[in-house]
């Protein structure tokens, strides 16, 4: 594979890390089968491996996968998803950072983390309070670098800004959802994240699913999480993927290495995550890392999902909290008399 560089961080990693959300029990439980993949993806060129504390008991199937071979790899993990029954296990608190993060370390049998990332925007908690406890794992050797994922652009910026203004360490790194399907993040995520020189590490290319061809109008499907979520049975995204699938036939290659080309093509993402389950699924992924669109082909797939629009969103993805105090959206008596 083709290295490229995670932002300005001075690492390298390949173009497809391993998403290991699916190395659990609710995923693939066979820990040797586990080990055989790890051993696979890491002997085709993949030296990114992404888990993160809310998968269930992927870090600790990581960290057994990874025995022997823990240099190897740019290991990254997430904090902020509720953990357990506690109303405090969860967020961007120092509190909770602290405790994370040796959770994780010892889940993951390391001493250090290569990225550490707030997994969702936590507006409960001011960013410099989550900066600074940040700052103090990457200034003791706990953490290398530290990265968001899911962020809007605005609190990118902000984030930036504020660690500018406090002297801490800064998100080198941001971790949003893009795909064929949903392109909203190439009008402010990308370009910002290019402007303040971040790595960009893509969640779910292959859009829970739908872009494997798996969910087709009309048919049955195996695909368990459909169920689950409502993305999955969006009329508008199905009517999509029944658009690229006859592109991808007519390009010779299979959808789902159409979707990974696609996002890996965009000059503003460093890499796309893979999240197999079985080595015949890793196998197939991994035969994708060769495939190149020609502008030709971009032009068309811009034809049925324009730059910068989307079809429908993802369960899993971010919302901003709605307002739901009404004087935050009304003006007052004294300001409509005054106008």
């Known amino acids: 594979m083709k290295y490229r560089p995670l932002g300005r961080t001075g690492i390298h990693v390949s173009p497809f890390a391993l998403g290991a959300m699916m190395f659990s029990s609710f995923g693939n439980s066979d820990q040797d089968d586990v080990n055989r993949m790890m051993g696979r993806a890491l002997d ?17 199937m990581v960290g057994r996968a990874l025995k022997g071979r823990r240099d190897e790899v740019v290991l990254a993990s997430k904090f902020a998803r509720p953990i ?4 405090n296990d969860r967020g961007g608190s120092r509190r909770w ?24 925007p936590d507006p409960q908690t ?22 968001s994922s899911d962020m809007p652009a605005s609190e990118i910026v902000e984030a930036q800004w504020t660690a500018e203004r406090r002297g801490l360490e800064r998100f080198r790194v941001e971790q949003p959802h893009y795909s064929l399907l949903d392109r909203t993040v190439e009008r402010e995520v990308l370009p910002v994240a290019q402007r303040y020189g971040m790595g ?32 999955l049975r969006d009329e508008r995204r199905i009517d999509a993927v029944e658009r ?37 699924q890793l196998d197939d992924l991994l035969a994708a890392a060769d495939v190149e669109l020609s502008d030709e082909l971009l032009d068309r ?39």
């Open 44 to 60: 085709a060129g993949i030296n990114l491996v992404d888990t993160a504390d809310a998968y269930g008991d992927s870090e600790e």
């Open 84 to 87: 357990g029954d506690d109303v």
């Open 97 to 120: 950072i602290m405790t994370a993060v040796e959770n994780s370390l010892r889940r993951l049998q390391t001493d250090h983390l290569d990225l550490y990332q707030l997994h969702r």
């Open 126 to 147: 001011d960013i410099e309070e989550t900066l600074s406890a940040m700052t103090d794992l990457v200034r003791s050797g706990k953490v290398r670098t530290i990265g």
């Open 200 to 231: 960009t590490v893509i969640w779910s290319p292959l859009a829970s699913g739908m872009l494997t061809g798996r969910v087709r109008r009309g048919q049955d499907t195996d695909l368990r999480r459909v169920g689950l979520f409502a993305a």
């Open 244 to 280: 690229f699938i006859p592109l991808a036939e007519e390009a010779g290659i299979p959808l789902t290495h159409l979707a990974l080309a696609f996002v890996i093509a965009h000059p503003g993402v460093t890499a796309a995550l893979i999240g197999p389950r079985t080595m015949e």
């Open 301 to 339: 797939i811009d034809e049925i999902v324009p730059p910068g629009t989307g079809v429908g969103r993802m369960d899993q993805e971010y919302n901003t909290p709605p307002i739901v105090d009404a004087s935050l959206r009304r003006r007052r008596p004294e300001d409509r008399s005054a106008a």
